[in-house]
């Protein structure tokens, strides 16, 4: 609902307030009583006990039924239970009231998104945002209030746009809330939204946004290291690796940094891990396989800080960069001598208190600097990271071409990668190959609206309609590997754990390495996965090796026996190789420290 939380109280007895009602010396007993009812129905919102919450909010209004602000809790609670056309029309009612309502705007704004409905999203955004624009020019004492609406407004209209594939007027909207935003952690939050966004944005756009990561150190400007030269001298036995995420569980990072955290070398290095999400079955796993857990989810930066330092962590090392829940604040407080990103993220972080950022010899070829980067490259001299084959994939399926008679190209990456420069030169793969089809599945094309926002960018770049699967989210995806042929990576955003899927259920993959750091990341991943002849160096090579591929029958049933055995001995899933390759890591940059500190 947007406001603070409120004490727990006892549920007020609601059949007195119609006799109050009839008394006028009971008015002021009738708004004591409101105001408790009130706090009750918010307390049990923010609780999540939004059935409960709406049951109270129905109460009163059956007495009060102008109340707008127990109203506005009914609608919200109505939200959350999955009652959207009920809330709808709280929503409006809440305008006959007050037309210019801003959270009952906003409400409509959660509904649309639960609905899938993003163009109406959208479009109710703008018009939120215009509204109170106009008030805030026009009435001075509603600024401080409308403010906070207006930050959050774009902070969504962010999101939104991102997700429908607009991303240079997303990182305009985060940067708009940033700016609006007055308290330090959550201008940052915003921030880190747009700076994520830029990864979405085309090739020829990103040279514009090349210094908005310096942006985001200069929020933290006043903030003194905790750490120093003087933590050389610690002598500890092992060396303390802190791991920091909100993503130490059953999610894509939580999967590749499970070796680093179940197969290190104990006689070498002891493990501290700063979780920041709710845990399940593989956290703990990962909790009974360390030295240190601890879950520092709802936690202050400084809070997280103090106990990290207080833990005397060596290596601190980020496994978000600027994704959602981020702790980069944390390291901004510098609560370990040396700090590193890497894993969950695949682009500079522009935070100063970031020594490092852990690559490969692909992603960042040696003699290749990438000026975006404000940290110093770590190259593995294989994989920055490390895929584990799941346990329980699927079958392996012929390749579908041999029962439909045409080839099928595919994408499974979230569809947002996918900008009209990708679409272009996907529609020269599919005229490269005659009745060739094109199948996409995503998120966004589990509503109409998604789908008809797609359909328009594919008929603008020249790819019929009649060629074209979409195909929304489901959870036994893999299995429907079984109707692609070839997937075509995205770029300059390319897929990572996507791939890795594609590769292990026989299908191949082919990528476009780019010019930077995150554009080279599929390029790594296929040539530690021994397919590094699926890796074109230009647009048409790309088309080429495309085509060669569906013209090539043969190869592709062979692919599709051997991809899955072929991963299994490949570097990109050679765990112990791995976590051997980030240990030296992790000795070099500590001895380098000490060097430094003088007490080597």
């Known amino acids: 609902s947007g406001r603070k939380r409120y004490v727990k109280m006892a549920v007020p007895n609601l059949s007195v307030l119609p006799s109050y009602c009839e008394r006028r010396d009971g008015m002021d007993d009738?708004?004591?009583?409101?105001?408790?009812?009130?706090?009750?129905?918010?307390?049990?919102?923010?609780?999540?006990?939004?059935?409960?919450?709406?049951?109270?909010?129905?109460?009163?209004?059956?007495?009060?039924?102008?109340?707008?602000?127990?109203?506005?809790?009914?609608?919200a609670a109505l939200t959350q239970t999955g009652a959207y056309?009920?809330?709808?029309?709280?929503?409006?009612?809440?305008?006959?009231?007050?037309?210019?309502?801003?959270?009952?705007?906003?409400?409509?704004?959660?509904?649309?998104?639960?609905?899938?409905?993003?163009?109406?999203?959208?479009?109710?955004?703008?018009?939120?945002?215009?509204?109170?624009?106009?008030?805030?020019?026009?009435?001075?004492?509603?600024?401080?209030?409308?403010?906070?609406?207006?930050?959050?407004?774009?902070?969504?209209?962010?999101a939104a746009l991102t997700e429908a594939g607009e991303a240079q007027e997303a990182v305009a909207a985060f940067l708009a809330s940033a700016q609006l935003e007055t308290g330090r952690a959550q201008r940052a939050v915003e921030y880190s939204n747009a700076l994520f966004a830029v990864n979405y944005l085309p090739t020829y756009l990103r040279p514009l946004y090349a210094g908005l990561a310096y942006g985001y150190d200069a929020l933290f400007a006043d903030v003194l290291p905790r750490a120093g030269a003087a933590d050389a001298t610690r002598g500890h036995a092992r060396i303390r690796i802190g791991y920091i995420s909100p993503d130490l569980c059953v999610h894509p990072v939580g999967r590749l940094v499970r070796p680093l955290l179940t197969q290190y070398d104990r006689t070498q290095f002891a493990v501290h891990c700063y979780a920041r999400c709710a845990e399940d079955a593989l956290s703990a796993e990962m909790r009974a396989a360390v030295d240190v857990w601890h879950n520092v989810r709802g936690c202050s930066a400084a809070e997280t800080a103090a106990l990290i330092r207080h833990d005397e962590v060596d290596v601190l090392v980020d496994l978000a960069g600027h994704t959602q829940g981020n702790a980069l604040p944390v390291l901004a407080h510098r609560p370990a001598p040396v700090q590193m990103t890497g894993i969950g993220y695949f682009n500079t972080t522009g935070l100063s208190a970031v020594d490092y950022v852990l690559s490969d010899v692909y992603v960042d070829p040696?003699?290749?600097?990438?000026?975006?980067?404000?940290?110093?490259?770590?190259?593995?001299?294989?994989?920055?990271?490390?895929?584990?084959?799941?346990?329980?994939?699927?079958?392996?399926?012929?390749?579908?071409m041999e029962q439909r008679g045409c080839v099928t190209f595919g994408s499974?990456?979230?569809?947002?990668?996918?900008?009209?420069?990708?679409?272009?030169?996907?529609?020269?793969?599919?005229?490269?190959?005659?009745?060739?089809?094109?199948?996409v599945k995503?998120?966004?094309?589990?509503?109409?609206?998604?789908?008809?926002?797609?359909?328009?960018?594919?008929?603008?770049?020249?790819?019929?309609?009649?060629?074209?699967?979409?195909?929304?989210?489901?959870?036994?995806?893999?299995?429907?590997?079984?109707?692609?042929?070839?997937?075509?990576?995205?770029?300059?955003?390319?897929?990572?754990?996507?791939?890795?899927?594609?590769?292990?259920?026989?299908?191949?993959?082919?990528?476009?390495?780019?010019?930077?750091?995150?554009?080279?990341?599929?390029?790594?991943?296929?040539?530690?996965?021994?397919?590094?002849?699926?890796?074109?160096?230009?647009?048409?090579?790309?088309?080429?090796?495309?085509?060669?591929?569906?013209?090539?029958?043969?190869?592709?049933?062979?692919?599709?026996?051997?991809?899955?055995?072929?991963?299994?001995?490949?570097?990109?899933?050679?765990?112990?190789?791995?976590?051997?390759?980030?240990?030296?890591?992790?000795?070099?940059?500590?001895?380098?420290?000490?060097?430094?500190?003088?007490?080597?």
């Open 30 to 75: 009738v708004q004591a009583l409101r105001q408790e009812i009130l706090l009750r129905a918010n307390d049990l919102y923010e609780k999540r006990e939004y059935a409960r919450a709406a049951e109270v909010a129905q109460e009163l209004l059956t007495v009060l039924p102008e109340d707008v602000e127990m109203r506005y809790i009914l609608a």
């Open 366 to 400: 040696p003699g290749v600097g990438d000026d975006a980067m404000t940290e110093e490259i770590i190259r593995l001299p294989h994989s920055h990271f490390c895929y584990t084959l799941p346990d329980d994939l699927p079958p392996v399926m012929p390749p579908p």
């Open 442 to 600: 995503s998120r966004i094309f589990d509503h109409g609206e998604g789908r008809t926002m797609v359909a328009e960018r594919l008929a603008r770049c020249g790819i019929p309609a009649a060629r074209v699967e979409m195909r929304g989210f489901s959870r036994g995806y893999l299995a429907e590997y079984g109707d692609v042929d070839i997937a075509l990576d995205p770029f300059p955003y390319t897929g990572g754990i996507t791939t890795c899927e594609a590769l292990s259920m026989g299908v191949p993959v082919v990528t476009l390495a780019g010019e930077s750091h995150g554009a080279r990341f599929g390029a790594s991943l296929l040539t530690n996965a021994h397919l590094p002849e699926l890796v074109a160096q230009t647009p048409p090579d790309y088309v080429r090796i495309a085509a060669g591929l569906a013209s090539d029958p043969a190869t592709l049933r062979a692919l599709r026996r051997n991809l899955r055995t072929m991963l299994r001995h490949a570097p990109l899933t050679d765990a112990a190789g791995y976590v051997h390759d980030v240990e030296d890591v992790y000795r070099s940059i500590w001895a380098k420290f000490v060097r430094a500190a003088g007490t080597a």
């Open 85 to 158: 056309g009920a809330a709808r029309a709280e929503v409006a009612r809440i305008r006959t009231m007050c037309p210019d309502h801003a959270g009952a705007a906003r409400q409509e704004v959660y509904i649309d998104r639960a609905e899938g409905k993003l163009a109406t999203e959208i479009a109710h955004l703008r018009a939120l945002i215009e509204m109170l624009k106009r008030r805030m020019a026009e009435e001075e004492e509603r600024r401080a209030h409308d403010a906070v609406f207006l930050a959050s407004a774009y902070s969504l209209l962010g």
């Open 412 to 439: 499974f990456n979230n569809f947002n990668k996918v900008t009209d420069e990708v679409l272009c030169l996907w529609r020269q793969v599919l005229d490269a190959v005659p009745g060739a089809r094109l199948l």
